[in-house]
């Protein structure tokens, strides 16, 4: 009785009355039909670009992919780039080992930011990889300097057996942190 009392004296009944009337609903249609409009549009617009985008593979699909595949998410597309970034060296000219060691290195900064170890520079980012690469760190940093070496100064010598083993170092580096 007492809810009864206080709803009729808030006017409350009053109110919903009169926000149920025809005149203010038909008043407030060309309202409602903007916001039904706008509503589907925005719907229609999430559909398209969940469709559309990666989000969708990456976040649902992901484990599907790894539970069939038995690899990491990813992996497959990583090691075909390993893979091409090896064939460079099939050619035998110095162009290509110095264009081999250049993009190993960038794949193993892609690497090493896909598994969280991104620092301000190469340096760090392997530093903070800590224990993965721990036996070859040494020879990465080598490796890194040989990398700069070649960018900086055109003229820089490789040998065939050192562009080798510096390709063996960023591969056995990638394999640490997570390429497998």
């Known amino acids: 009785m007492t809810w009864e009392i206080l709803y009729n004296a808030l006017g409350i009944k009053d109110f919903i009355y009169f926000i149920s009337s025809?005149?203010?609903?038909?008043?407030?249609?060309?309202?409602?039909?903007?916001?039904?409009?706008?509503?589907?549009?925005f719907l229609i617009l999430v559909v398209y670009f969940m469709l559309n985008s990666s989000w969708l593979q990456?976040?649902?699909?992901?484990?599907?992919?790894?539970?069939?595949?038995?690899?990491?998410?990813?992996?497959?597309?990583?090691?075909?780039?390993?893979?091409?970034?090896?064939k460079r060296t099939d050619s035998g000219a110095e162009s290509d080992y110095k264009l081999a060691i250049i993009d190993a290195d960038d794949f193993l900064l892609e690497v090493l930011d896909n598994r969280g170890y991104d620092g301000d520079s190469f340096e760090s980012g392997i530093k903070d990889a800590g224990r993965l690469i721990a036996p070859i760190l040494d020879d990465l940093l080598h490796a890194h300097d040989v990398r700069n070496s070649i960018v900086y100064n055109p003229d820089?010598?490789?040998?065939?057996?050192?562009?080798?083993?510096?390709?063996?170092?960023?591969?056995?580096?990638?394999?640490g942190i997570g390429l497998g």
């Open 22 to 41: 025809s005149q203010i609903q038909d008043m407030l249609f060309p309202v409602k039909l903007v916001f039904v409009l706008c509503s589907a549009l």
């Open 156 to 175: 820089y010598k490789l040998s065939v057996v050192d562009a080798k083993k510096i390709l063996e170092t960023y591969e056995a580096a990638a394999n």
């Open 58 to 86: 990456y976040k649902f699909l992901e484990d599907v992919t790894e539970f069939f595949s038995w690899q990491a998410f990813g992996q497959r597309e990583m090691s075909k780039q390993w893979s091409k970034i090896k």
